[in-house]
């Protein structure tokens, strides 16, 4: 394993350190229990909105706290759910009165921490919803596995859903935003190598040097298929398919188009796959009417990419275009 | 017989042992189908009930439970944290302010323990979770009450419940947590909640049953 780290057991703490050194103008860190929370918060009669999870997938979520998307961000050990007692803590940091949402990707740790924190905070009096993101084809959804896992969606959910809480909407509106998001959204994803979790100290999984695992979860959990490396071209193909026939996108739709890093793999390959997808989308009368290119949602040092599509209309155009402020997504100020 | 708080924290000690002993085989079962971390969360969530000890002895069994509840909720994370959480926490609810166990009190504690896991967990019978081990080990129990036999005989049945049921995990398919997402491949792989739950129980019965081995 070679990492930039000290010891393994610091990495989530020294980050944490590092993020309030590097961006106090827009984020403060509380230790024990940890979480991020929005400077200048709660904004009085503003729904708080809260996400978390395991740390490794940098900038989510720490990294889309501030003006404009979430108010907290609890990060648990790296790929492990953090605790019911960070949620509490944040969501009470982050009530303005007017509730808080919890903003929570499918994965049965996140799912049972938060339920818990929902619980713990009713009984405080705070209103609390949940909204489950769970956006990835690659996991057959059925009665018989915990359903799809959330990803891509995550990150564009806590950006459109931030602008409507921005805009001072009801607790029910602004839960109703992030679920038609996610209702609209769809993920496939890939890696071209697995990722290193700095305390096992070596790859979670062996993918040979001429192989690709095609539906990869952002925990490198297995995907759909692995198979020999593929052109950029085919690849895309791969990954777009799927997403097209799900929800399913339709000639004359107008899409978000999010092409996400995985960790290790660099902005000039993200953008070859950007071309392919337009070449796709373009093929099928699919309107790419906004895109975000970059890795956002991430798994360590996993080289691979994601695409995202969430169908738009006027009002999530809107408030996607609407000002944001955070160390990860900054536009419109 | 009956269980004294003191037993109690000999239970919590002799299980944190366990886990500490058991940390590597747990995170490989974790591996094998899940995402590899049930040996080090569990570890380091006892690791901080043992930190508590000190302040535990004095308090009623009810307490007990519960102060090591609300500490593996706030340390563990994953999914066993809310799981075993859960369980001290309802286990303790149901022996709130005893000083003593009979073999009536600790069923109607493991049922509350039981059923606070499913209620949490929304887990049924043959889906490869830690319940597949803890209701076996709970129905064996409450016959053993039924039948007059006593604490000790109780435990060590139970025990055994609960070891055919966590061996009885293997040729599942999970249909809860991230081992489902391998479908048909988590078969042949034996559940590592349900092998910690094993752990608990049978801590219990050498502990409070004075068993050898």
Same mark, same amino acid.
């Given at each position: 394993?070679?990492?930039?780290?000290?010891?393994?057991?610091?990495?989530?703490?020294?980050?944490?350190?590092?993020?309030?050194?590097?961006?106090?103008?827009?984020?403060?860190?509380?230790?024990?229990?940890?979480?991020?929370?929005?400077?200048?918060?709660?904004?009085?009669?503003?729904?708080?909105?809260?996400?978390?999870?395991?740390?490794?997938?940098?900038?989510?979520?720490?990294?889309?706290?501030?003006?404009?998307?979430?108010?907290?961000?609890?990060?648990?050990?790296?790929?492990?759910?953090?605790?019911?007692?960070?949620?509490?803590?944040?969501?009470?940091?982050?009530?303005?009165?007017?509730?808080?949402?919890?903003?929570?990707?499918?994965?049965?740790?996140?799912?049972?921490?938060?339920?818990?924190?929902?619980?713990?905070?009713?009984?405080?009096?705070?209103?609390?919803?949940?909204?489950?993101?769970?956006?990835?084809?690659?996991?057959?959804?059925?009665?018989?596995?915990?359903?799809?896992?959330?990803?891509?969606?995550?990150?564009?959910?806590?950006?459109?859903?931030?602008?409507?809480?921005?805009?001072?909407?009801?607790?029910?509106?602004?839960?109703?935003?992030?679920?038609?998001?996610?209702?609209?959204?769809?993920?496939?994803?890939?890696?071209?190598?697995?990722?290193?979790?700095?305390?096992?100290?070596?790859?979670?999984?062996?993918?040979?040097?001429?192989?690709?695992?095609?539906?990869?979860?952002?925990?490198?959990?297995?995907?759909?298929?692995?198979?020999?490396?593929?052109?950029?071209?085919?690849?895309?193909?791969?990954?777009?398919?799927?997403?097209?026939?799900?929800?399913?996108?339709?000639?004359?739709?107008?899409?978000?188009?999010?092409?996400?890093?995985?960790?290790?793999?660099?902005?000039?390959?993200?953008?070859?796959?950007?071309?392919?997808?337009?070449?796709?989308?373009?093929?099928?009368?699919?309107?790419?009417?906004?895109?975000?290119?970059?890795?956002?949602?991430?798994?360590?040092?996993?080289?691979?990419?994601?695409?995202?599509?969430?169908?738009?209309?006027?009002?999530?155009?809107?408030?996607?275009?609407?000002?944001?402020?955070?160390?990860?997504?900054?536009?419109?100020? | 017989?009956?269980?004294?708080?003191?037993?109690?924290?000999?239970?919590?000690?002799?299980?944190?042992?366990?886990?500490?002993?058991?940390?590597?085989?747990?995170?490989?079962?974790?591996?094998?189908?899940?995402?590899?971390?049930?040996?080090?969360?569990?570890?380091?969530?006892?690791?901080?009930?043992?930190?508590?000890?000190?302040?535990?002895? *004095? #308090?009623?069994?009810?307490?007990? !439970?519960?102060?090591?509840?609300? +500490? &593996?909720?706030?340390?563990?994370?994953?999914? =066993? %944290?809310?799981?075993?959480?859960?369980?001290?926490?309802?286990?303790?609810?149901?022996?709130?302010?005893?000083?003593?166990?009979?073999?009536?009190?600790?069923?109607?504690?493991?049922?509350?323990?039981?059923?606070?896991?499913?209620?949490?967990?929304?887990?049924?019978?043959? *889906? #490869?979770?830690?319940?597949?081990? !803890?209701?076996?080990?709970?129905? +064996? &129990?409450?016959?053993?009450?039924?039948?007059? =036999? %006593?604490?000790?005989?109780?435990?060590?049945?139970?025990?055994?419940?609960?070891?055919?049921?966590?061996?009885?995990?293997?040729?599942?398919?999970?249909?809860?947590?991230?081992?489902?997402?391998?479908?048909?491949?988590?078969?042949?792989?034996?559940?590592?909640?349900?092998?910690?739950?094993?752990?608990?129980?049978?801590?219990?019965?050498?502990?409070?049953?004075?068993?050898?081995?």
């Amino acid at each position: 394993m070679k990492k930039l780290i000290n010891k393994p057991e610091d990495v989530v703490k020294e980050a944490l350190q590092a993020m309030a050194l590097a961006h106090a103008d827009l984020i403060k860190v509380c230790y024990n229990p940890d979480y991020i929370v929005r400077v200048g918060g709660p904004v009085q009669g503003k729904v708080g909105l809260l996400s978390g999870g395991g740390s490794g997938h940098e900038p989510m979520h720490g990294g889309f706290v501030g003006m404009g998307m979430l108010d907290a961000a609890c990060p648990g050990a790296v790929f492990t759910s953090p605790t019911p007692d960070q949620m509490l803590a944040a969501t009470k940091a982050i009530d303005g009165g007017a509730g808080v949402l919890h903003i929570v990707k499918n994965y049965t740790g996140d799912i049972l921490n938060f339920e818990m924190a929902a619980d713990l905070a009713k009984a405080e009096g705070i209103t609390v919803e949940a909204v489950i993101t769970n956006d990835d084809v690659a996991v057959k959804d059925s009665l018989y596995t915990a359903g799809r896992r959330g990803v891509g969606v995550t990150v564009l959910a806590e950006k459109i859903t931030g602008a409507a809480a921005e805009q001072k909407r009801s607790l029910k509106a602004v839960a109703d935003i992030c679920r038609k998001v996610n209702a609209n959204g769809r993920t496939m994803g890939m890696a071209l190598t697995s990722c290193t979790v700095p305390q096992a100290g070596k790859p979670t999984f062996e993918l040979p040097e001429d192989e690709m695992e095609i539906g990869i979860g952002i925990h490198g959990e297995p995907g759909r298929a692995r198979m020999k490396l593929k052109t950029a071209a085919e690849i895309t193909e791969m990954l777009v398919s799927p997403i097209l026939e799900d929800l399913p996108f339709k000639t004359g739709d107008s899409v978000l188009a999010f092409v996400n890093g995985l960790g290790g793999t660099p902005l000039i390959e993200l953008y070859v796959i950007y071309n392919e997808l337009a070449k796709i989308l373009g093929g099928r009368q699919i309107k790419i009417a906004r895109n975000l290119i970059g890795s956002y949602i991430t798994s360590l040092d996993m080289a691979g990419c994601s695409i995202t599509l969430v169908k738009m209309d006027d009002e999530l155009l809107s408030l996607w275009d609407a000002p944001v402020k955070t160390s990860g997504l900054r536009w419109g100020i | 017989m009956t269980v004294q708080r003191d037993d109690v924290i000999a239970w919590i000690q002799a299980f944190t042992a366990a886990i500490t002993e058991n940390k590597g085989y747990l995170t490989q079962l974790d591996s094998d189908i899940g995402d590899g971390d049930h040996g080090t969360n569990m570890d380091r969530g006892f690791q901080a009930v043992s930190a508590k000890v000190p302040e535990l002895a *004095d #308090k009623d069994i009810g307490a007990i !439970l519960k102060t090591v509840g609300m +500490t &593996l909720v706030s340390t563990v994370g994953g999914a =066993s %944290g809310p799981l075993y959480g859960t369980f001290f926490l309802q286990a303790g609810s149901a022996t709130t302010g005893k000083l003593e166990l009979s073999l009536a009190d600790w069923v109607a504690a493991l049922q509350a323990g039981v059923d606070g896991v499913i209620m949490r967990g929304k887990a049924s019978p043959g *889906d #490869k979770t830690m319940i597949d081990a !803890l209701t076996p080990a709970l129905q +064996t &129990l409450k016959e053993s009450a039924s039948k007059g =036999s %006593g604490f000790a005989v109780a435990l060590r049945a139970s025990a055994d419940a609960c070891e055919q049921g966590m061996l009885a995990t293997i040729p599942l398919v999970a249909r809860k947590g991230r081992a489902s997402y391998l479908g048909e491949r988590s078969a042949g792989h034996q559940d590592p909640g349900a092998t910690s739950s094993h752990l608990l129980l049978r801590a219990a019965a050498q502990v409070w049953a004075n068993q050898e081995g």
